[in-house]
C-alpha cells in the first residue's frame, strides 16, 4: 500500500475529524497514554514561565495532556489539518493555549519558538521526512530543552507485529471503514509497520543531536506497540 503524506494526508485528517475522538475514545488508554507521555517531559513547577509546543496537536487530546502536565505553561499547538484544528478550537481552552494551522515542515519559517519543551503524538510515522523534522524541532528548542514523542513504534518482536495487525483488522479498519475513513486507517496500519522500532527511532534521536535519547514503555495492551521517547536538546541546538 502506498501511504497518504503531505496534502493526501492531511485532507484525509481532515474528513475523519468528524468522527476522531469518538473512534480514539474506543481505545483503551488512549487519553491516559498521552498524559502520561506528556508528564515524562518533567517540566519543573507546573511549567512556570516555559513556552511548550505541542507539534501535531489533532483535535486537541495531546494538548490537554500537555495543559493538565504543565498547568502554568503558555502552550502553542500546531497541526496541518484544518478540520481537526477547528475541532480542537471548539473546545474550552485558557488563555495560556493557542492554536496555528501549520505543517511541522512550516513551523521554522514563522518566527515561532524558542521553546522549552516539545511534545509531539502520533506525528513522526505521518511526515515525509522524520530527519528533517528532528532537526527542525532541534532548532526550535532552547539549548536543553526536553522533547518527548508519543509514538505507535514497534518494540521489534513479530508478536508484536501480530497483535498490531489484528487489532487494525479486527477493530480499527472496520470502524473506520463506517464512517467513511477506510483509506486513513489502512494508512495508520500500515504506517506504524513500515515506521522504525523504537530502538530505531531511538537512534534516530541520538542521530539528530539529541543528548539522552531513550524509549518508555506505556501500559496496557499497548505495551511493545507504542512508546515515549524522550531527549534533551544538545548545547548546539541554537
Known amino acids: 500500500m502506498t501511504l497518504l503524506r503531505d496534502r493526501d494526508l492531511a485532507h484525509a485528517f481532515d474528513h475523519a475529524s468528524r468522527t476522531y475522538d469518538r473512534l ?5 488508554g488512549y487519553r491516559a497514554g498521552l498524559l502520561r507521555s506528556a508528564r515524562r517531559l518533567r517540566l519543573p513547577g507546573d511549567g512556570a514561565g516555559l513556552h511548550l509546543l505541542d507539534l501535531g496537536c489533532g483535535t486537541g487530546a495531546s494538548t490537554r495532556a500537555l495543559l493538565r502536565a504543565a498547568p502554568r505553561a503558555r ?3 500546531v497541526d496541518a489539518s484544518a478540520g481537526m484544528l477547528r475541532r480542537a478550537l471548539a473546545k474550552p481552552w485558557p488563555d495560556s493555549v493557542r492554536f496555528l494551522h ?11 519558538g524558542p521553546f522549552d519543551a516539545v511534545f509531539a503524538a502520533y506525528l513522526f510515522r505521518n511526515v515525509s ?6 532537526a527542525s524541532v532541534r532548532t526550535l528548542l532552547r539549548a536543553g530543552g526536553r ?8 518494540g521489534g518482536s513479530p508478536a508484536h507485529r501480530a497483535l498490531w495487525t489484528a487489532v487494525c483488522q479486527g477493530v480499527i479498519i ?3 471503514t463506517l464512517t467513511g475513513d477506510r483509506a486513513l486507517y ?3 496500519w500500515h504506517s506504524v509497520l513500515d515506521f522504525d522500532t523504537a530502538a530505531a527511532f531511538t537512534g534516530r534521536l541520538t542521530r539528530a543531536g539529541f543528548t539522552g535519547a531513550r524509549a518508555l514503555p506505556l501500559a496496557g495492551w499497548q505495551t511493545g506497540i507504542t512508546h515515549t521517547f524522550v531527549a534533551t536538546a544538545g548545547e548546539a541546538a541554537r
Open 24 to 28: 480514539t475514545g474506543l481505545n483503551p
Open 186 to 188: 489502512r494508512h495508520l
Open 147 to 154: 522533547l518527548a514523542v508519543h509514538e505507535y513504534s514497534l
Open 75 to 77: 502552550i502553542t499547538a
Open 129 to 134: 521526512d522524520p530527519d528533517a523534522v528532528l
Open 174 to 176: 472496520p470502524a473506520g
Open 102 to 112: 501549520l505543517s511541522a515542515e512550516e513551523l521554522t519559517t514563522v518566527g515561532e
